[in-house]
């Protein structure tokens, strides 16, 4: 059995401790030492992401990625768009909130792979970003149609109606963790509704 080397480490103000390790040719970020938060072995969900997320948008000039992990989704969103599309990175919880909240009207697509998702936090205070409260900060910071993707490790009822409370026609889709196995993740892929037309 091969051994797992710690390469770093990073402790949040919380105490919650994230360390990136490696295995062989496998690379794993940990959480508080014995979760795996993430695996280089199980990245398909997240180019699944990219690609359910930028089929929904003609053209994006703007796009999001929130979360870099190790990097898959962020290849993956390059990959698909075009040399002129500026897309930015916001890894840590805090400033990527900043970046929503002072973006209105900005984005074509917004793409979250943060922690778990919107259940199995590993740190409770990314919380904010899955609450009603976040959902609607996403919705502001998008231009329509815009589209938000949001990766999960699981289903959550909550979230999805958080979703549709806040605009969005909602598509909740299974996808595989890595070809060939039966781990599963999901995707939340949101595009937001036309605002109504105000009566005159």
């Known amino acids: 059995m091969l051994e797992s080397v710690t390469i770093d480490s990073y402790v949040l103000g919380n105490g919650t401790e994230f360390t990136l390790a490696r295995r062989g040719d496998e690379w794993v970020v940990r959480v508080n030492g014995s979760m795996i938060l993430m695996s280089s072995l199980m990245h398909d969900s997240e180019e699944s992401l990219a690609e359910h997320a930028l089929s929904r948008v003609v053209g994006p000039r703007r796009v999001l990625v929130g979360g870099l992990g190790l990097g898959f989704t ?30 209105p009207n900005t984005f074509d697509a917004i793409l979250l792979d943060v922690d778990n998702g919107p259940l199995a936090l590993s740190n409770a205070s ?45 598509r909740v889709m299974r996808v595989a963790a890595r070809k060939g196995k039966r781990a599963r993740h999901v995707l939340f892929v949101a595009v937001a509704r036309a605002p109504r037309s105000r009566p005159e």
């Open 74 to 103: 962020l290849r993956a969103v390059l990959d698909r768009v075009s040399r002129d599309c500026k897309v930015s990175v916001a890894e840590l919880v805090p400033a990527l909130v900043e970046v929503i909240k002072s973006s």
């Open 126 to 170: 990314n919380q904010r970003l899955y609450s009603e409260r976040g959902v609607r900060a996403c919705r502001d910071a998008l231009r329509a149609p815009g589209v938000l993707a949001v990766w999960s490790a699981g289903p959550s009822a909550r979230f999805e109606r958080a979703l549709n409370n806040a605009g969005f026609d909602v």
